[in-house]
């Protein structure tokens, strides 16, 4: 479950605290050559043609948002995205989701490159300072789009929400580690060889705080997936870089991970561990309920529920035993009710005892109100703002259906 905005478009996270000026277009863009020229010796990969730039304002920029939203996502896609994330309480029951998310890259966009129209915008909030890392970052887009076709390669990974957040991990993270090993050789060191380097360049996204506001008060979870890609990717690329070489650049589009599990745990990825997919609950609704969404929830999703609910140490200790998931939404429109659909197992029995006792904790706190008809140390059943809730554990799998209709007498 990802934003899609998020999947369209590359933004470069760095700090702009003296914008550029129009007149700078042309002088930042003649550095795309000489940049373009170390990123295909470090990478392996050709710029097989010049890269098209241009400047873009801050309002020209939400406006492209806007429209190329409006281009690829339905509004009934936008809708049940919206609505997932608000059954599983990420985001509140009154938020905006495409609105924030547009406010909110359009607040970090500090350069982007358009793989649709294989273009690069520099922005006016391009500072002198950080120019170059911006520009390198996204021509490293620029020529992984000329040797694997980025749009392909993220439309193809759509089938499954884990797996898109997984993909876009791949395109930013490999954008960051060259971005970042460029950094380091102008010191005169490598990533190659420098792990402290590795953690302190693959966190500067996380020391952002204070400087963009809309980022700050956004939820959790846009936060994390936000920064997610950037981060953990680059930690990921890392990984691929020290067991391949030069290869992996390649390697990581030609066999892309299939899961955000995979980017948290790269061992995970070079032994082909994949999710699993738990059967869903069955609810028994009434004629008039259809299909409105389906899905999956990742470690990374998993994670960020768990520190929105419980804390970030329950989170770290638990979010790894995460192997897969499903869930779905089930609307009766006539009746105006959803009901979610969830199922998740863990590696072990212990692990979904534990994750049973946080989600049922999760239900309490997402709730304005629950009332509780029955419990036992492995089901708790009863009523939530939304209808009827069952939330139970069998083996190392737990499911939950909320939004129930009240029960027939």
């Known amino acids: 479950m990802v934003c899609p905005t998020l999947i369209l478009l590359g933004v470069a996270l760095v700090a702009a605290p003296a914008?550029?000026?129009?007149?700078?277009?042309?002088?930042?863009?003649?550095?795309?050559?000489?940049?373009?020229?170390?990123?295909?010796?470090?990478?392996?990969?050709?710029?097989?043609?010049?890269?098209?730039?241009?400047?873009?304002?801050?309002?020209?920029?939400?406006?492209?948002l806007d429209k190329r939203v409006k281009e690829v996502a339905k509004p009934e896609d936008l809708r049940a995205e919206e609505l997932t994330l608000k059954k599983f309480g990420l985001v509140p029951p009154d938020f905006d989701l495409a609105r924030n998310t547009i406010d909110l890259l359009t607040e970090q966009a500090a350069a982007f490159y358009d793989y649709d129209k294989k273009k690069l915008f520099v922005t006016d909030t391009t500072a002198a300072g950080t120019q170059e890392p911006?520009?390198?970052?996204?021509?490293?887009?620029?020529i992984a789009d000329q040797n694997y076709?980025?749009?392909?390669f993220i439309k193809a990974g759509r089938n499954s929400d884990d797996g898109a957040t997984a993909r876009l991990a791949v395109m930013e993270g490999q954008a960051t580690w060259l971005m970042s090993e460029l950094l380091a050789r102008k010191m005169g060191q490598s990533l190659?060889?420098?792990?402290a380097l590795v953690a302190a360049m693959s966190g500067a996204a996380d020391g952002a705080a204070g400087q963009y506001p809309v980022f700050d008060k956004s939820p959790?979870?846009?936060?994390?997936?936000?920064?997610?890609?950037?981060?953990?990717?680059?930690?990921?690329?890392?990984?691929?870089?020290?067991?391949?070489?030069?290869?992996?650049?390649?390697?990581?589009?030609?066999?892309?991970?299939?899961?955000?599990?995979?980017?948290?745990?790269?061992?995970?990825?070079?032994?082909?561990v994949k999710p699993t997919q738990p059967e869903l609950p069955l609810p028994h609704l009434p004629?008039?309920?259809?299909?409105?969404?389906?899905?999956?929830?990742?470690?990374?999703?998993?994670?960020?529920?768990?520190?929105?609910?419980?804390?970030?140490?329950?989170?770290?200790?638990?979010?790894?035993?995460?192997?897969?998931?499903?869930?779905?939404?089930?609307?009766?429109?006539?009746?105006?009710?959803?009901v979610l659909l969830y199922a998740v197992e863990w590696d072990s029995e212990d692990a979904a005892r534990q994750y049973f006792a946080a989600y049922r904790a999760q239900l309490a706190k997402k709730w304005n109100r629950?009332?509780?008809?029955?419990?036992?140390?492995?089901?708790?059943?009863?009523?939530?703002?939304?209808?009827?809730?069952?939330?139970?554990?069998?083996?190392?799998?737990v499911t939950s259906m909320e939004g129930l209709p009240p029960a027939l007498d």
């Open 220 to 272: 959790l979870y846009l936060r994390q997936t936000l920064v997610f890609p950037y981060t953990k990717g680059m930690l990921f690329q890392q990984a691929v870089f020290e067991r391949d070489g030069q290869n992996g650049f390649a390697e990581v589009f030609r066999k892309p991970p299939v899961s955000t599990q995979q980017i948290l745990h790269p061992e995970k990825y070079f032994s082909g």
């Open 370 to 397: 629950m009332t509780v008809a029955t419990e036992t140390a492995d089901a708790v059943t009863g009523t939530g703002d939304d209808g009827r809730f069952e939330l139970r554990r069998l083996g190392a799998t």
């Open 287 to 338: 004629k008039g309920y259809k299909r409105l969404v389906d899905g999956s929830l990742g470690e990374l999703e998993h994670a960020i529920m768990l520190e929105q609910y419980s804390g970030k140490q329950r989170a770290a200790d638990l979010a790894p035993h995460w192997r897969g998931c499903a869930y779905a939404l089930e609307e009766n429109k006539k009746a105006g009710r959803i």
């Open 149 to 152: 076709n980025l749009f392909k």
């Open 134 to 142: 911006v520009l390198s970052h996204e021509i490293a887009h620029a």
């Open 192 to 195: 190659q060889d420098s792990p």
């Open 19 to 64: 914008p550029a000026q129009p007149g700078d277009s042309a002088r930042l863009c003649a550095l795309i050559p000489p940049l373009a020229e170390q990123l295909t010796r470090i990478s392996g990969m050709p710029l097989r043609h010049a890269v098209p730039c241009d400047f873009i304002t801050k309002a020209k920029i939400k406006a492209f």
